[in-house]
Nanobody, 129 residues
């Protein structure tokens, strides 16, 4: 079992930055790939970014590529999503998710919501124009 708790959301002006954190319970967190997803009001949840079990492989949605950076510190059982140059369209509830992974790389499998079986409760990010 893995429990995930996100934090770091808030209100920021367009062009600003936020860093989201996702803290995980469990001693084998380094065996899990982790993804970030977001859901805007009235829209379906969408993939944002993912990192492999050691963080050596990352994958980003085109909409955030070059602006968001995913990192993880397995010693602290925590992953981070650094979000720069935020836009109003980034406004959403952001969720982290985890799935056990035997591989050290990523593929499109990890961009699918259905691939993950552990989810946090979400943190709100609001970007004002």
């Amino acid at each position: 079992q893995v429990q995930l708790v996100e934090s770091g959301g808030g209100l920021v002006q367009a062009g600003g930055s936020l860093r989201l954190s996702c803290a995980a319970s469990g001693r084998t967190f380094s065996s899990y790939a982790v993804g970030w997803f977001r859901q805007a009001p009235g829209k379906e949840r969408e993939f944002v970014a993912a990192a492999s079990r050691r963080g050596t492989s990352t994958y980003y949605a085109d909409s955030v590529k070059g602006r968001f950076t995913f990192s993880r510190d397995n010693a602290k059982n925590t992953v981070y999503l650094q979000m720069n140059s935020l836009k109003p369209e980034d406004t959403a509830v952001y969720y982290c998710a985890a799935v056990f992974s035997a591989q050290y790389t990523l593929d499109l499998y990890f961009t699918a919501e259905s691939s993950y079986n552990y989810w946090g409760q979400g943190t709100q990010v609001t970007v004002s124009s």
